[in-house]
C-alpha cells in the first residue's frame, strides 16, 4: 500500500517461515506436555479472487505473490499436521490445533518499515507527505487487541478439550471496517493535525490484491468473543499511543498496559 516494497517478499525471506512451521508442528508432535497449538498466519492466506465478500475459514488457499503464498503454505502445513497426527482419535499426540487469521492488525509500537501506519506516523511526525501506493486497496483493519484477545479466547476453549475448536478461524473486523486505504490516510491526517498531508506513488509496483475481507461469522460464534472496538476508535488509540510515546509523555510500556486496561473493560 504505502512505501516502495510492502507487500513485496522474495520467496528466499519467506521459505524459512515455512519451515518454522513444520519444524514448529514436528515439535509439538513429540511432546508429551504439549496441550494447545494455535499457529498464527494471515489474511493474505486466501486465494484473493477480488470479490465483494469475506473469505471464509474453508476457502481455497494461495497467492499471486510468494507472500500470500507462503502463508497459505503454512495453513496447508498446519492443517496437514493436524489431520495426520493431532485429529482426535489419532493416538500420536493429545495436542488440540487451530490456525487463526486476523485482519490487517494496527496499533502503538509497530516500527516496521513499508507498512502503513508506522510509514504514516513516520512522515507527519517529520512533517513530510507520507506516499502511498494503493489508496483504493480496501483491507479488513483492526486494532491488534482484537485478534490477539480471540487467539487467547480460542486457546483457553481448546484447553477445556473441546475438539470441535481445533481447525481454522478468522478473526476480523465488522464488514463495515473494511475500508480503503486513503481513508486510513484521511482520518489519521486529520487526527494528526498541523502540516500532516500525502501524496500518490505513481510508480509502477508488484501485482497486490486491490480487495480483502474476512468473514467471521464462525468467531463470533465463539463463546467470549466478537470485535470490540469500531475501526475509527482503533485509529484514536494508535494515533494516540504514537503521540504519547514521541512527546516523551510516557514509556511504551505505560501507554501499552492502560490500552490493555481500557480494552479489558470493554468487554
Not at 496447508?76 to 495426520?84: E, G, I, N, P, Q
Request: aromatic share 10%.
Amino acid at each position: 500500500m504505502t512505501g516502495q516494497v510492502w507487500g513485496k517478499c522474495s520467496i528466499r525471506r519467506q521459505a524459512p517461515g515455512i519451515q518454522a512451521h513444520r519444524l514448529l508442528a514436528e515439535a509439538a508432535r513429540h511432546s508429551d506436555s504439549t496441550r494447545v497449538v494455535v499457529v498464527v498466519t494471515s489474511d493474505k492466506c486466501y486465494e484473493n479472487r477480488e470479490w465483494v465478500w469475506g473469505y471464509r475459514e474453508d476457502d481455497p488457499m494461495g497467492g499471486h505473490d510468494p507472500y500470500s503464498n507462503s502463508k497459505g503454505c503454512a495453513e496447508l502445513v498446519t492443517a496437514t499436521y493436524r489431520k495426520s497426527f493431532f485429529a482426535s482419535g489419532t493416538g500420536v499426540s493429545r495436542a488440540a490445533v487451530a490456525s487463526a487469521r486476523a485482519g490487517n492488525v494496527i496499533g502503538g509500537g509497530d516500527w516496521a518499515k513499508d507498512r502503513l501506519i508506522p510509514d504514516i506516523i513516520h512522515a507527519f511526525s517529520k512533517q513530510r507527505p507520507v506516499v502511498i501506493r494503493s489508496p483504493k486497496a480496501v483491507r479488513p483493519w483492526q486494532h491488534v487487541l482484537e485478534p490477539l484477545s480471540g487467539y487467547l479466547r480460542l486457546a483457553e476453549r481448546m484447553w477445556d478439550g473441546a475438539d470441535e475448536y481445533q481447525g481454522a478461524w478468522n478473526f476480523g473486523p465488522d464488514q463495515s471496517d473494511a475500508r480503503p486505504v486513503d481513508w486510513i490516510v484521511e482520518q489519521l491526517r486529520t487526527m494528526w493535525g498541523g502540516a500532516a498531508s500525502w501524496s500518490l506513488d505513481e510508480n509502477l509496483h508488484p501485482h497486490e490484491a486491490h480487495l480483502l475481507k474476512l468473514d467471521i461469522s464462525k468467531a463470533r460464534a465463539l463463546p467470549g468473543w466478537s470485535p470490540r472496538l469500531e475501526l475509527r476508535t482503533a485509529l484514536e488509540w494508535t494515533e494516540g499511543w504514537y503521540r504519547e510515546f514521541l512527546a516523551d509523555e510516557a514509556s511504551a510500556r505505560s501507554v501499552t498496559e492502560r490500552q490493555i486496561a481500557d480494552y479489558e473493560r470493554l468487554g
